[in-house]
């Protein structure tokens, strides 16, 4: 089954051809990150207009990299949640319109899952149940979450930020440090100088939830460390002060550092506790190699990391889970409606008589 996959949650345009849930035959990205690097954030209505701009000629980019048609295409996927509303907006209609004109099946993929799902894709073994339960984690810009994972499209959410996502604290302190947006790439390059006990930031600590994530304190530990106690330079917008390129370097290090320890903690004691065979780990920040190294060492069950490619946001993981979803639960209702703000929920069985394949 060949499934053709649309993203556009945020800012990267993106486009694949997977069949059978692994096999990539074409996966196009294109980053808006140039656009937005000058407001230091991604602005929504910017991010609509160029996944518009950009999306129809993609496909069409796409289906001759994976040397076919549309006629070729069995099912049509995009992501319906969550993300930005105009964003999401664009490739869901954009694939319910293709879908319903070439007479194919329709379903929607909750992005977080696809993060969740996309180490399976580059795993070398073909049985999933060996590596089940498993502990499911999400590090991205948005997002920073655990679940148990019995099955595949079965999730029970335990452990998630109380504050910022763990990419928007990269993001943030890269913006202190003066660094482009998105800022993680640049911060972990940064640490590579850097000495990493410098500064000695802690990740917070919520005594009613200790295995909760919480990371906007430690981004103010960073500020203060740059500023001092002058809360007139921070109010003043602080913005990105100019520092000599080893403190950036030990900064970048010691803030980098201090998340790595807290992930490594939280995450062994709960595949521990929850007695998992394998920890999945997906999103944007699951592409820093530090951190790879560090809890590939350190965490009591083996990792699953997706390859760089689809560590970020990209098509394939959506075609990729499509299929799966689709044998389990049946195409969307073509009245699926974009869903900004979700949790992670677990698959169920399609009415029938209200899917896109009837
Ligand atoms: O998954 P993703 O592409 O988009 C969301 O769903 O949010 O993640 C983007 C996030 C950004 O915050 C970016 O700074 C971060 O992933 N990121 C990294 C690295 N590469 C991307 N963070 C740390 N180290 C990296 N190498
Ligand atoms: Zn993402």
């Known amino acids: 089954m060949k499934v053709l996959g649309i993203e556009t949650s945020c800012d990267e345009t993106a486009v694949a051809i997977v069949e059978n849930g692994r096999l990539i035959h074409a996966n196009i990205i294109a980053s808006q990150s140039d656009l937005h690097a000058i407001y230091g954030g991604v602005v929504p209505e910017l991010a609509s207009r160029r996944h518009s701009e950009l999306l129809l000629p993609m496909i069409d980019q796409a289906l001759k990299a994976g040397n076919c048609e549309l006629s070729d295409i069995d099912l049509v996927a995009a ?9 999401l907006l664009v490739g869901l209609q954009t694939a319910k319109s293709l879908a319903m004109a070439s007479n194919k099946p329709f379903i929607g993929i909750n992005h977080i899952e696809a993060h969740l799902f996309s180490p399976w894709m580059n795993h070398p073994t073909n049985v999933m149940e060996d ?46 440090l003066g660094l482009p947006y998105p800022g993680g790439p640049h911060i972990e390059k940064l640490a590579l100088e850097g000495n990493p006990k410098a500064y000695t930031f802690k990740a917070p600590h919520v005594k009613k939830f200790p295995w909760h994530f919480s990371y906007s304190g430690l981004k103010t530990q960073v500020l203060y460390a740059i500023h001092g106690q002058n809360l007139e330079e921070i109010s003043s917008g602080g913005g990105a002060k100019v520092l000599p390129f080893q403190q950036k370097c030990d900064l970048a290090a010691s803030f980098q550092e201090t998340v790595i320890q807290d992930l490594s903690h939280k995450l062994s004691h709960l595949a521990l506790e929850h007695s998992a065979c394998s920890v999945w780990v997906g999103g944007g920040v699951s592409a820093n190699q530090t951190l790879r190294n560090h809890l590939d060492k350190t965490l009591p069950v083996p990792i699953l990391w997706p390859s760089r490619e689809l560590s970020v946001d990209n098509g394939a993981m959506i075609a990729g889970l499509a299929f799966y979803q689709y044998q389990h639960a049946g195409a969307s209702p073509w009245t699926l409606p974009v869903t900004p703000r979700t949790a992670l929920g677990s698959w169920k069985l399609a009415d029938a008589t209200h899917t896109s394949s009837t």
């Open 79 to 87: 992501t319906y949640a969550p993300g930005l509303m105009g964003a």
């Open 131 to 176: 590596l089940l339960p498993a502990l499911g984690v999400v590090i991205s810009g948005g997002h920073t979450l655990v679940v148990y994972m019995k099955a595949l499209g079965h999730y029970e959410l335990i452990s998630h930020s109380l504050d910022d996502a763990i990419g928007e604290a990269f993001d943030k302190v890269a913006v202190m």
